[in-house]
């Protein structure tokens, strides 16, 4: 490795609608396509049904909010791992680190690329292990393609974004205009006494989740201090608009009893609309919604790899930024290599995907309500960038955030151990996030010597 690529370091390469185009890409996979017929079932009426996806776009709008006042105040690659480090110490910032690159990330990568895998198996098996077979390969395509560079990887985001986009409006327009007679009654599934279990936010937040990776990009972004607020804002309000379109278009041709029956809410809202075809029509639409995720994923998630390398000795060789590719390269292979694995040891359970979810849950809210308190402790400490965003009523908007956060982790540890599949997924997760402390006492003591 030259002395050039150990000193190299992020270029603020990315515009306004790339950093756009990298949130919604994030954002919109394929729970859209799976949640909505859960969360139906833990409503009692359509209402509440909608009135709850607009909540999880004002949730998620009140949480972008305060990101974007850590990343204004302290853009780094490293995001939140810079964030927890600032403001807890190295400590934390190593176990987040530790974490993100054997848990929390590269379990996300691995899950979304069994759902590339499911749905491309219904266009084109491959055999018996299809599903994942294509969740592999995806996970080596799309991670050699940011190693080419970031400029390759952006405009295939923009391109893969703007094409579901296109895909979605298109699926909303059948739903709207080719409404079908609602499904017959089925029993009624008994819910809390505000008319809904906690089980439909736990399903909403993660179709909504993801929007927290622009952290990763604060560096790389053009005009950073207007751009990344304007990119979430922007990012989270297309996302909203668009899930709220998808689900009136449910409603309206399934009805909610509809789509408490329907174990494929979208492919029978296609089927109504259009037939046959539309089944495949959708399937292709969850491929493009699945490889535009992880093509987002891959390109924040390697960003954490390459802050710790500059911080650890322990991964110093994932410290390493690419001038030519202006990419963390060491750090997309170290992630794709896990991501593998994990592709690996999934798919020797009953469902991969299931499992995969179950692995990065806990870990993955413990950190987000972590890096919500943050914001109180660096509030005490003088930003690295000049004229930050500040979020609006604060303390009430972090203090709402970490609530939301704090419920999400209770929920969804609960959840995951309550699946025969889903707990072994999160007892493994929890074992790996605590090898991490021994890593961090070997990595103390290496130091010292």
Request: glycine fraction near 10%; charged fraction near 10%.
């Amino acid at each position: 490795m030259t002395s050039q690529s150990s000193t190299a370091a992020p270029r603020a390469s990315l515009s306004l609608f790339d950093a756009c185009a990298i949130i919604v890409g994030v954002v919109i996979g394929a729970g859209i396509f799976r949640a909505p017929s859960i969360v139906a079932s833990q409503v009692s009426s359509e209402t509440i049904f909608l009135m709850l996806w607009l909540a999880g776009g004002l949730i998620s709008l009140i949480g972008a909010l305060c990101y974007a006042e850590l990343g204004s105040s302290h853009p780094n690659a490293g995001g939140e791992y810079f964030f927890l480090r600032r403001a807890y110490g190295r400590w934390l910032a190593f176990l987040f680190a530790w974490a993100r690159m054997s848990v929390v990330q590269t379990g996300a990568i691995a899950a979304i690329a069994f759902v590339f895998g499911d749905y491309a198996s219904r266009l084109y098996s491959l055999g018996e292990n299809s599903s994942a077979i294509y969740a592999a390969l995806s996970v080596i395509v799309v991670t050699m393609l940011n190693v080419i560079g970031t400029t390759q990887s952006k405009w295939v985001q923009n391109l893969l974004t703007g094409g579901l986009a296109i895909a979605i409006l298109a699926v909303c327009i059948a739903g709207l205009t080719n409404a079908a007679p609602a499904a017959a009654p089925v029993a009624p599934v008994s819910a809390s006494g505000l008319g809904f279990s906690g089980l439909a936010i736990i399903f909403i937040m993660l179709t909504y989740g993801g929007w927290n990776e622009a952290a990763y990009i604060t560096a790389e972004v053009q005009d950073g201090r207007r751009n990344i607020v304007r990119a979430l804002v922007i990012g989270i309000v297309v996302v909203t608009v668009l899930y709220l379109l998808m689900n009136y278009a449910y409603v309206r041709v399934l009805g909610l009893d509809g789509m408490k029956a329907s174990k494929a809410v979208a492919a029978d809202l296609m089927q109504a609309a259009f037939g046959g075809a539309g089944a495949v029509a959708l399937s292709i639409i969850v491929v493009a919604a699945s490889i535009s995720t992880l093509n987002a994923t891959v390109f924040t998630g390697a960003r954490t790899n390459y802050a710790v390398g500059r911080d650890y000795s322990l991964f110093s060789f994932l410290g390493r930024w690419n001038e030519k590719s202006n990419t963390p390269v060491r750090g997309l292979l170290w992630q794709g290599a896990i991501s593998l694995g994990l592709v690996y040891l999934a798919s020797f359970t009953k469902d991969g995907f299931e499992t995969l979810v179950a692995y990065t849950a806990p870990a993955f809210w413990l950190f987000f309500l972590l890096t919500g308190i943050s914001l109180f402790l660096l509030r005490r400490q003088p930003p690295t960038a000049p004229n930050p965003f500040r979020v609006p009523l604060f303390p009430l908007t972090p203090i709402l955030f970490c609530a939301m956060c704090a419920y999400m982790l209770y929920s969804s540890v609960g959840y995951a151990l309550s699946l025969d599949s889903g707990s072994i997924g999160a007892q493994l997760g929890i074992g790996v996030l605590l090898l991490g402390i021994p890593l961090l006492w070997f990595n103390r003591r290496s130091a010292a010597v």
